[in-house]
């Protein structure tokens, strides 16, 4: 499916958003409004998000939900279906931008899939909250609103989230803290921009680049590559390694310290697994910055979760084992 600009009537703008509901603590309930921990998430459907914001009323607004999940239990199955979804939607014309809600434990993974996969000529925008529905300081209402101002923004495009005023860029966007509502950062690269009054200050381009396609995509989940994460650290061994090697995985990221190092018994274990065939790629556990000399390579600047998943999609995209 194309996930560029459809053509349009001479005079005419699209104007339609359409909310994609997929679960996720900003549709979570908890028992009291002052509990924001013990909450049980995706409760509510998107359409009751959207009927608690009365400024949305009269806007061109359409709302489908296209899974109802905790984002920590995200699966191949559930992005398939939202990917295809995402296009379906931004192939027609009158639809503008297109806002998902998410949960944020893995809102940085979603974000990456869909503008690697779609590379979307017109907005996706991801939004989430830290706090339930239910909350007396519920912070998903605010981020739907801003979410929204963005997917209207003349000349949006590519995939993006909104959190607290802040909007995010899929290639950089990392989860840094576990409870405020502000959690997510962008690192080096800064901001793509904020939200403020309804209205987006921006600071940088647009995400961009070649889409691989909704193709890339097609394998049954069950026939996905199967790619590990390794963590190097004191004392590390490398049995793990050999273990993953010998169930068959297809693929290990591992999380370096520091500038790409990797201590030496699991550099052996790794270094023996590539012998085998198994693809590995190296990343650094620091939670900004990117590798940089020797050991730079096709994840020096991703998260570990992020060249997992890129590694996944490099071999579905080239057919190669897994």
Same mark, same amino acid.
């Given at each position: 499916?194309?996930?560029? &600009? ?39 459907? !998107?359409?009751?998000?959207?009927? /608690? ?12 939900? !296209? ?19 995402? /296009? ?9 931008? !297109? ?25 996706? @925008? ?23 101002? $963005? ?5 949006? %495009? ?9 909007? +995010?860029?899929? /290639? ?21 921009? $904020? @939200? ?33 994460? @390794? ?5 590390? %061994? ?10 068959? !995985? +297809? ?30 790629? %190296? ?32 071999? &579905? ?6």
């Amino acid at each position: 499916m194309p996930s560029g &600009l459809p053509s349009t009537s001479p005079g005419t703008l699209p104007s339609t958003i359409v909310i994609l509901g997929t679960g996720g603590t900003i549709a979570g309930a908890a028992a009291s409004t002052s509990d924001n921990v013990g909450y049980t998430a995706a409760q509510r459907p !998107v359409v009751d998000l959207l009927a /608690a914001l009365p400024q949305l009323a009269g806007q061109a607004i359409e709302a489908e939900q !296209v899974a109802q999940l905790d984002s920590k239990d995200m699966d191949a199955a559930t992005w398939q279906r939202l990917a295809r979804a995402v /296009a379906r939607q931004l192939a027609r014309p009158e639809v503008a931008g !297109v806002v998902v809600t998410h949960g944020t434990d893995t809102l940085e993974e979603t974000a990456w899939l869909l503008q690697r996969v779609l590379a979307p000529a017109r907005p996706v @925008v991801l939004v989430a909250a830290m706090r339930p529905a239910t909350s007396i300081a519920a912070d998903g209402p605010q981020n739907l609103l801003d979410a929204v101002a $963005v997917a209207r923004t003349p000349g949006a %495009r590519g995939v993006v989230a909104v959190l607290a005023g802040r909007v +995010h860029a899929a /290639a950089e966007l990392r989860k840094v803290h576990p409870y405020r509502t502000d959690a997510f950062d962008s690192g080096d690269a800064g901001l793509l921009g $904020v @939200v403020e009054e309804g209205v987006l200050r921006r600071f940088r381009d647009w995400p961009a680049g070649e889409p691989l396609g909704l193709g890339v995509l097609d394998r049954a989940p069950a026939d996905w590559p199967w790619v590990e994460i @390794v963590v190097s650290h004191a004392a590390a %061994r490398g049995d793990a390694v050999r273990a993953l090697v010998a169930a068959g !995985v +297809h693929g290990l990221v591992v999380a370096a310290t520091g500038n790409g190092t990797v201590h030496r018994e699991l550099d052996a274990a790794l270094r023996a697994a590539e012998h085998s065939g198994v693809t590995v790629w %190296r990343c650094t556990r620091c939670a900004q910055g990117a590798l940089v000399g020797p050991n730079r390579g096709p994840a020096a600047s991703m998260s570990p979760w992020q060249a997992r998943l890129e590694l996944t999609l490099s071999r &579905l995209a080239s057919r190669g084992g897994g």
